[in-house]
């Protein structure tokens, strides 16, 4: 499988271009990232790769895959990840968004290891594959919510975030129950996060949820019924 280099080379270029080495240190601290800043603030990435993508169409769903993960695996600074992500998403190649991608994205979130890149890939990326594809996903995420790994686990836990109306709230109990006893803050944010979004659309149901999950965390209780009074 052939990652497209040229295109991969222009957004090396473009982010080494745009880079501002005073803004890298601050960026890294604040994601406490092992992996180095190029310095680059998203609205002038997020140009960038638009217009490189615009110029770089890859020509199917091998070589769109092997890009993706080329510029992944082979990242050296955080924001060249970051573009692996946008590549991932981007409109020209929606048609391939499908569970043929749950082991690239998977590989991201583990790998990944951090919020930043995990909730993207699975609201954005997971979310809309399980809603098309709910008997395929769904056990995948079963799967996930009871896994070792805490990415996995809050990615089962927030990949409806957004789904609104076609949520699954069988789904969304059983990815959550597991991690309430959890004292891990990313899974107790995460199901806060998820519940007081779905207060949304469904606010009874998110306060019958709390009621008959006293075990829940204070962050989780408060996150879920922020918007409910």
């Known amino acids: 499988m052939n990652a497209d280099e040229q295109l991969i080379k222009a957004v090396r270029t473009g982010l080494a271009e745009l880079g501002d080495p005073a803004k890298a ?16 603030p998203k609205p002038p990435r997020s140009v960038m790769l638009n217009r490189v993508f615009t110029d770089h169409v890859l020509p199917d769903r091998v070589t769109f895959s092997a890009t993706v993960r080329a510029l992944w695996r082979d990242a050296e600074f955080r924001e060249e990840r970051y573009s692996a992500v946008d590549l991932s998403g981007h409109r020209a190649y929606r048609q391939w968004q499908d569970p043929d991608l749950l082991e690239l994205y998977e590989e991201m979130i583990v790998t990944g290891a951090w919020w930043d890149y995990a909730d993207e890939i699975a609201i954005h990326r997971i979310g809309p594959i399980l809603r098309a594809f709910p008997a395929v996903v769904t056990p995948i995420m079963l799967a996930w919510s009871a896994d ?7 990615s089962a836990i927030v990949c409806q975030i957004g789904s609104r109306e076609a949520t699954d709230t069988d789904l969304l109990t059983r990815a959550v129950e597991p991690a309430i006893a959890e004292p891990e803050f990313f899974l107790r944010k995460g199901i806060g996060w998820a519940l007081r979004k779905y207060a949304k659309t469904a606010p009874d149901w998110v306060r019958s949820f709390v009621d008959e999950h006293p075990d829940l965390s204070g962050l989780s209780r408060r996150e879920a019924l922020k918007h409910l009074g």
């Open 148 to 154: 070792a790994d805490l990415w996995r686990r809050r």
């Open 25 to 40: 240190p601050t960026m890294q601290a604040y994601m406490k990232s092992a992996m180095p800043f190029r310095g680059v």
